[in-house]
């Protein structure tokens, strides 16, 4: 299949305001790949969430932070939410986005066995950003994820899910694919390409 | 369409939370609003209505309704010595100045359960400064209220309770301060001799006593950045002369309109101290 043809077609009239970005077993390696690959002038918002246990926490920030062009924080609560600047979700809080596009945590149970649940994050940010967002799901081994890409295509938003074929662990994917048809399915490779396209009008 | 949809949820939340309010006076209505709409869902799948609107008809209607929407729209996920490192701050850092009052008020606010008002007392027994002690436990939950006057927590939850205690500083056998019996730990009454529960909103109400400490943890992340800023004022005013404040791990009065009355005391352990004026 042209992956040109099909990316150029879902991208046709969209105008991209943020990004999030889900991921779980194998995501710090695709993360590493994908974040460093931003431009500095990179202008939008991207929001990563990992399942991760809590000590890895700052160990991933720094990681990130020594190879990217952009400033790469923890989402913190009440923190609004700031143009080229790359946020990660903090282990052992749910991370959600509220309407004034802003951060809230939450200590409330986890969801697909998972504190920060990808699902809390997208639905929430499908609710701030509408078709202003773009929500790609990589790697991983459990169902987390699948509903918010359902959440984020419903309300217009754009959806991406690594191809299982070039996943580590290809569960999560699969299952998000069944569930939301994704504007498109793509080798990480290629999201990597795909990324400094979304913030041209 | 579908955003029509999506604003028609948001714009029945508030019209819930507004009746609510009224009719039950609980004003939810400054709650983030991201995680309070997943909790509505929740307890609608759970009250078997198919709209947010069916839910406040049943909720305006039937007592019985609220009292189970209430345990949607608060929330008491907590656990004892929850990041062992602020008890050890607060062992550290907080009691020596502690130790330098002859009496002292402590308070415990949005409480839940009870496990932080029982993790305060024990660490404060051990410091020799409970005896001295008038704790104020607050939360707006009755039935949470009602758990923490029991002191009852599941046996299955020692061993992290246990590792935690270790955590934060305890030296002593955690299960000296239980009582083990039908898989639940019944905790010491004395821990609880002068503690006060009571029902207390830091939404609607007021300052109620002049305090030393207040520890308020995983409460505020649940506010929008309004409550936030109210609830700050309020401990701003409560608290005497450069007294202490301690919020939870990932909490931050930076974006708050407060941000420069308090002085950071130990940021990774987010104990605060009122800034003199």
């Known amino acids: 299949m042209n992956h040109h043809a099909a990316v150029a077609q879902a991208l046709a009239g969209r105008r991209i305001e943020a990004l999030v970005i889900g991921g779980s077993a194998g995501g710090v390696d695709a993360l590493l790949t994908l974040v460093p690959a931003l431009p500095a002038c990179f202008s939008l918002p991207v929001v990563c969430i990992l399942h991760l246990p809590a000590d890895r926490e700052s160990r991933l920030a720094q990681l990130l932070g020594y190879r990217a062009a952009l400033p790469v924080r923890e989402a913190a609560d009440k923190q609004p939410i700031v143009a080229g600047t790359v946020y990660l979700a903090t282990p052992g809080y749910h991370l959600s986005v509220e309407r004034d596009r802003s951060f809230s945590l939450s200590c409330e149970p986890p969801v697909h066995f998972a504190r920060p649940a990808i699902d809390v994050l997208m639905e929430s940010s499908a609710?701030?950003?509408?078709?202003?967002?773009?929500?790609?799901?990589?790697?991983?081994?459990?169902?987390?994820?699948?509903?918010?890409?359902?959440?984020?295509?419903?309300?217009?938003?754009?959806?991406?899910?690594?191809?299982?074929?070039?996943?580590?662990?290809?569960?999560?994917?699969?299952?998000?694919?069944?569930?939301?048809?994704?504007?498109?399915?793509?080798?990480?490779?290629?999201?990597?390409?795909?990324?400094?396209?979304?913030?041209?009008? | 369409m579908k955003k029509i949809c999506q604003n028609q949820v948001d714009i029945e939340l508030r019209m819930l939370m507004e009746a609510v309010y009224l009719k039950y006076n609980y004003d939810f209505r400054d709650y983030a609003g991201a995680s309070q709409k997943r909790r509505v869902l929740a307890a609608m799948r759970e009250m078997d209505c198919t709209t947010v609107s069916a839910l406040q008809e049943r909720v305006m209607h039937e007592p019985g309704a609220f009292d189970q929407l209430l345990q949607y729209l608060t929330i008491s996920v907590t656990e004892m010595f929850r990041d062992p490192e602020f008890y050890l701050g607060v062992r550290h850092l907080v009691v020596p100045f502690l130790k330098t009052y002859p009496s002292l008020k402590i308070w415990v606010a949005g409480c839940s359960t009870g496990e932080e008002v029982?993790?305060?007392?024990?660490?404060?027994?051990?410091?020799?400064?409970?005896?001295?002690?008038?704790?104020?436990?607050?939360?707006?939950?009755?039935?949470?209220?009602?758990?923490?006057?029991?002191?009852?927590?599941?046996?299955?939850?020692?061993?992290?309770?246990?590792?935690?205690?270790?955590?934060?500083?305890?030296?002593?056998?955690?299960?000296?301060?239980?009582?083990?019996?039908?898989?639940?730990?019944?905790?010491?009454?004395?821990?609880?001799?002068?503690?006060?529960f009571a029902d207390h909103s830091l939404a609607t109400d007021n300052v109620f006593s002049e305090t030393h400490f207040i520890s308020c943890r995983n409460v505020m992340i649940y506010f929008n950045r309004r409550l936030q800023d109210r609830v700050l004022g309020l401990f701003h005013e409560s608290l005497c002369h450069r007294g202490?404040?301690?919020?939870?791990?990932?909490?931050?009065?930076?974006?708050?309109?407060?941000?420069?009355?308090?002085?950071?005391?130990?940021?990774?352990?987010?104990l605060f101290r009122k800034v003199g004026s």
């Open chain 2, 244 to 270: 202490f404040l301690g919020l939870g791990s990932k909490e931050s009065i930076d974006f708050s309109s407060y941000a420069n009355r308090f002085e950071h005391l130990a940021k990774r352990e987010r």
């Open chain 2, 118 to 196: 029982y993790s305060m007392t024990i660490l404060l027994k051990e410091e020799g400064l409970l005896e001295r002690c008038l704790i104020y436990a607050t939360d707006i939950n009755p039935e949470s209220l009602e758990a923490a006057r029991r002191g009852v927590f599941a046996l299955g939850r020692m061993r992290l309770y246990t590792e935690n205690y270790q955590k934060a500083g305890g030296s002593r056998a955690f299960s000296d301060y239980y009582t083990a019996a039908y898989g639940g730990a019944l905790f010491d009454r004395a821990l609880v001799r002068n503690v006060t």
């Open chain 1, 127 to 201: 609710d701030a950003y509408g078709d202003g967002l773009a929500g790609i799901l990589l790697t991983g081994a459990n169902h987390d994820g699948a509903a918010g890409m359902e959440r984020i295509r419903q309300c217009g938003g754009l959806t991406v899910v690594q191809d299982p074929r070039d996943a580590q662990v290809p569960v999560m994917p699969q299952h998000a694919i069944r569930r939301c048809a994704p504007h498109l399915v793509l080798p990480l490779a290629e999201i990597g390409a795909l990324l400094p396209l979304l913030e041209k009008p």
